[in-house]
Structure formats: structure tokens, C-alpha cells
């Protein structure tokens, strides 16, 4: 007995040694992303690899806060994932009510939510349809086509044919219809589910850049991430940012502004994500079938 509780002490500290080595591993990237951005041109010029710069500086951050275009940016990203958080909640809540509702039709529309899941319409259609009904460089383009996700929506409905009917009937009894039942009671019933299903679309919307090269030609509208493939992937940093010559004599190295720029785009989602992921596996295991 005391072999195997040995055992399995040391298999214990195997498991925890080697999670967090890997750990410590994943951390790497992301620390040497912070130590560049804070390096001086001349360390930086002179590492190889640093994770611990000598000297703290901010010039990188300087140059970047420095352009209009990419503080607009940052205010394009912000108004499109409060927006589009809203509207894709709205839109999927309600949504999903109606779907856990005994109503005339529910299968046919149920049927067309799972079809879309499985087959979607696919790029040139999308894009076609965009263009058409005139959303074409606005932030409604980056919305709008994404308003609801069929697999957000089906969990939501489960969770919502989980709540007892019996509030339905006692609200029914009260006077109450189906409008004032959701509002009243569904809607703080289902504040995890809201929580961990509004930060989904958050992170969607807030990394989204794609969409935004298909639909958004003015360059005044791009969010922050497609600035950001200018500057990393296209490595068009000055022009992306719009500095012209500003700094450009004394100008920290391209690599710098990269790695400032990555570091300015990624801290309001790490911020956030620590309040909320307590929300996650509750609101996601209340939609779940209980076996």
C-alpha cells in the first residue's frame, strides 16, 4: 500500500515538473515579445535573443502612440467588439428563446440553423451579399454577417429548455408574456452563459482582420489586427502608421515597433479574460445534456 501511495506521489510530481516546464516554455515567446519591445536600438542591434532587456525604454511605444492611424485603429476595434458583442448576444438570446419555445415551425428553422453550421455560403456569396445590400467599407460589414453563430446558438437554446417550465407557466399565471418572461426572468437566469458566450464573440470580433481586408477598402476604418498585418506581416510600419517623417531619423528598428504593436493589441483581451474565464465552463455545461 505504501509502494503504490509512493508511486503515485512521484507520478504526481512527474506530471507537475513536466506541466510546468512546459509552461514555462509557452511563456518564452511571449517574454521575448515584452523585452524587445522595451529594448533600445543599440541592445537590440546587439542580441541575438534577450529576455530581460538592460535598458527600459519606450521609444517603440513612442512612435506607435504617436500616429493617428494606429489610435484610430484601436477605437475602430473597441467600437466594433462593444457593438458586435451586443448584437451578437441579442441577436442569439432571442434567438435561441424562440427556438426552445413549443412554436409553429421550430423544426424547419431548427433544421436551417444546423444546415448553415455544416454547409456555410462560403466567400464570393458572402462578399457579394455584403456589397449588395451596401455595407461595403463600414463597420456593419464586420457585424452584421457574423450577428449570430449556429453552434453559440444551439447551446443557448439547450441551456433555455433546461430552465423548469414551470416559471414560464407561474410568469404566464402572473399576467406575464413571452417578451416580459425573457427580459424578467431567462435573461438573469442566464448571466454566466451571457458572460461566457459574450466574451467568445469579444475575442472573435477584437482579432478579426479578414473580414475587414474583404469589406473595408477605407483605410480610416481598419481595425487595430489589420494594421497590425501591415506592420508585422507586410512589415509597412511607418506607412501603416501613417508617421511619414515623424521619428524617422531617430526611429527605433522595425522589429521593435512589432513587437509594441503585437504587445498595445493583445493587453486589453489578457485583461480581460482573467474576469470572465471563471464563467466559462459554467455557462458552456449549462447548455449541456445531462445524462
Avoid: C
Wanted: net charge neutral.
Amino acid at each position: 500500500m505504501k509502494d503504490t501511495t509512493l508511486s503515485s506521489r512521484l507520478l504526481d510530481v512527474f506530471n507537475y515538473t513536466l506541466l510546468a516546464a512546459i509552461a514555462l516554455l509557452m511563456l518564452f515567446p511571449f517574454l521575448y515579445v515584452i523585452a524587445v519591445s522595451f529594448s533600445s536600438f543599440t541592445e537590440y542591434m546587439q542580441s541575438e535573443f534577450m529576455l530581460i532587456p538592460k535598458e527600459w525604454v519606450l521609444d517603440a511605444y513612442k512612435f506607435i502612440f504617436a500616429s493617428d492611424s494606429f489610435l484610430r485603429s484601436l477605437w475602430v476595434t473597441a467600437y466594433i467588439t462593444l457593438v458586435g458583442t451586443l448584437v451578437n448576444l441579442a441577436f442569439t438570446s432571442t434567438f435561441a428563446y424562440v427556438l426552445s419555445r413549443p412554436v409553429f415551425g421550430q423544426r424547419t428553422v431548427l433544421f436551417l440553423v444546423l444546415f448553415t453550421m455544416m454547409f456555410s455560403a462560403g466567400m464570393i456569396p458572402t462578399y457579394l451579399i455584403v456589397k449588395e445590400t451596401g455595407l461595403m467599407n463600414s463597420t456593419w460589414a464586420l457585424i452584421l454577417p457574423v450577428a449570430i453563430t449556429p453552434f453559440n446558438l444551439i447551446v443557448m437554446r439547450q441551456f433555455f429548455q433546461s430552465i423548469p417550465s414551470e416559471l414560464h407557466e407561474a410568469a404566464n399565471i402572473d399576467g406575464s408574456n413571452d417578451f416580459q418572461s425573457f427580459w424578467r426572468i431567462i435573461l438573469p437566469l442566464s448571466k454566466p452563459s451571457l458572460a461566457a458566450f459574450g466574451l467568445f464573440y469579444a475575442v472573435y470580433h477584437w482579432n478579426n482582420y479578414f473580414s475587414a481586408i474583404l469589406y473595408v477598402n477605407d483605410q480610416r476604418w481598419w481595425p487595430v489586427q489589420v494594421i497590425l498585418r501591415q506592420i508585422v506581416v507586410v512589415n509597412e510600419a511607418q506607412t501603416s502608421l501613417g508617421n511619414g517623417q515623424i521619428l524617422l531619423e531617430n526611429a527605433p528598428p522595425a522589429e521593435t515597433i512589432q513587437m509594441a504593436a503585437i504587445i498595445v493589441a493583445t493587453l486589453p483581451i489578457l485583461i480581460v479574460y482573467p474576469f470572465l474565464q471563471k464563467h466559462f465552463a459554467k455557462g458552456v455545461m449549462l447548455g449541456s445534456v445531462k445524462g
